[in-house]
Every structure is written in structure tokens, then in C-alpha cells.
Nanobody, 114 residues
Framework: VQLQASGGGLAQPGGSLRLSCAVV????????MGWYRQVLGKERELVAD???????NYKDSVKGRFTISRDNAKNTVYLQMNSLKPEDTAVYYC?????????WGQGTLVTVSS
């Protein structure tokens, strides 16, 4: 199982970006999927996750600005990020859980700067 993330880049404060993460390989039943982020020197933190029943959970600081969604037919999870702030700058990692195992994407850099 491999996760292929894309969509990072540079955005201005107040701007938007959309991250995508496709799960490929021996995929048969993905449970939770999510997005984490990490700033150099700090621990990786949960940004948002979504269960197979489409129940979502968000870090407080992104509520109302970020939206997580998934397309089960495509085994893909998305993160729509609006009203971006400089403090959202980080490497974003996607995660997928299958059969009790967590699989991570390679990380995609999001930079919010004017």
C-alpha cells in the first residue's frame, strides 16, 4: 500500500490550496483517513481525519477553514484549505488505516507567505 500526496505549494495569506492523497496498491478496506502536519522541530499533529462513515474531526485552529473529504471509489482523501494563515505553513502528511495498520504519504510542503 502506498499513499501519493499532491497539491502543496505556496499560497498567500487568505488564499486556498487543495491537497489530494491517493491510496494505491493492495487496497481492500480503508478505515480512517487523515491529514497531519509537521513543522521543523515540532511534533507531527493531527489536522483532520475522516472515518469510513464520513465522520470528520478537526484540529480547533482549522475548524471553519479546512474541509476534509474522501472518495471511496477512488481511494482518495482531500483537504480543502481556505483562509490560509502563515501558521498553517508545514509539511502535510496523509494517513490511511487498513486492517489496523497505518500507512503514511511522503509529505507535501505548504507555505503560506506574502
Amino acid at each position: 500500500v502506498q499513499l501519493q500526496a499532491s497539491g502543496g505549494g505556496l499560497a498567500q495569506p487568505g488564499g486556498s490550496l487543495r491537497l489530494s492523497c491517493a491510496v494505491v496498491g493492495n487496497v481492500f478496506s480503508i478505515n480512517a483517513m487523515g491529514w497531519y502536519r509537521q513543522v521543523l522541530g515540532k511534533e507531527r499533529e493531527l489536522v483532520a481525519d475522516i472515518t469510513s462513515y464520513m465522520t470528520t474531526n478537526y484540529k480547533d485552529s482549522v475548524k471553519g477553514r479546512f474541509t476534509i473529504s474522501r472518495d471511496n471509489a477512488k481511494n482518495t482523501v482531500y483537504l480543502q484549505m481556505n483562509s490560509l494563515k502563515p501558521e498553517d505553513t508545514a509539511v502535510y502528511y496523509c494517513l490511511a488505516n487498513q486492517a489496523g495498520l497505518d500507512y503514511w504519504g511522503q509529505g507535501t510542503l505548504v507555505t503560506v507567505s506574502s
